[in-house]
C-alpha cells in the first residue's frame, strides 16, 4: 500500500518562498512510469494542478506556476519537495501530493496539508 504524506510549515508570509515536502512509503519515486504531483486546492475553489517530478527525475509544471515553481526529489529519502516562491494570500490553500499515473489520473494522495499566507 503506497502512502504520502505532506509535511512543512502552516504558516509563510508573503513574498517567502513556500516549500513542502511528501514523503513516500510503500512505493519507490523511482519506479516506472508514474509522476509524483503537487496539487492544490484554495479556499471555496477546485483543485489546481502545480506540477511534478517523474520517475526519471524530469518536471513539468502547470504554466500558471512555472515562473515561481520548482520539485525536487531526494531518492535517499523517498521525497520530493515542492518550492513555490514569492507567495501572496493568494497561494493560501490545502496542498496535496499525488501519485499521478497517467494524464490527470492520479491512484494515491496524501492527506493534504493547510498553507495559509499571512503577514
Known amino acids: 500500500q503506497v502512502q504520502l504524506q505532506e509535511s512543512g510549515p502552516g504558516l509563510v508570509k508573503p513574498s517567502q518562498t513556500l516549500s513542502l515536502t511528501c514523503t513516500v512509503s510503500?512505493?519507490?519515486?523511482?519506479?516506472?512510469?508514474?509522476?509524483w504531483t503537487w496539487i492544490r486546492q484554495p479556499p471555496g475553489k477546485g483543485l489546481e494542478y502545480i506540477g511534478y517530478?517523474?520517475?526519471?527525475?524530469?518536471?513539468g509544471y502547470s504554466p500558471s506556476f512555472k515562473s515561481r515553481t520548482s520539485i525536487s526529489r531526494d531518492t535517499s529519502k523517498n521525497q520530493f519537495t515542492l518550492h513555490l516562491s514569492s507567495v501572496t494570500p493568494e497561494d493560501t490553500a490545502v496542498y496535496y501530493c499525488?501519485?499521478?499515473?497517467?494524464?490527470?489520473?492520479?491512484?494515491?494522495w496524501g492527506q493534504g496539508t493547510q498553507v495559509t499566507v499571512s503577514s
Open positions: 510503500g512505493g519507490s519515486i523511482t519506479t516506472n512510469y508514474y509522476y
Open positions: 517530478i517523474a520517475y526519471t527525475g524530469g518536471t
Open positions: 499525488a501519485r499521478g499515473v497517467t494524464n490527470n489520473v492520479y491512484d494515491y
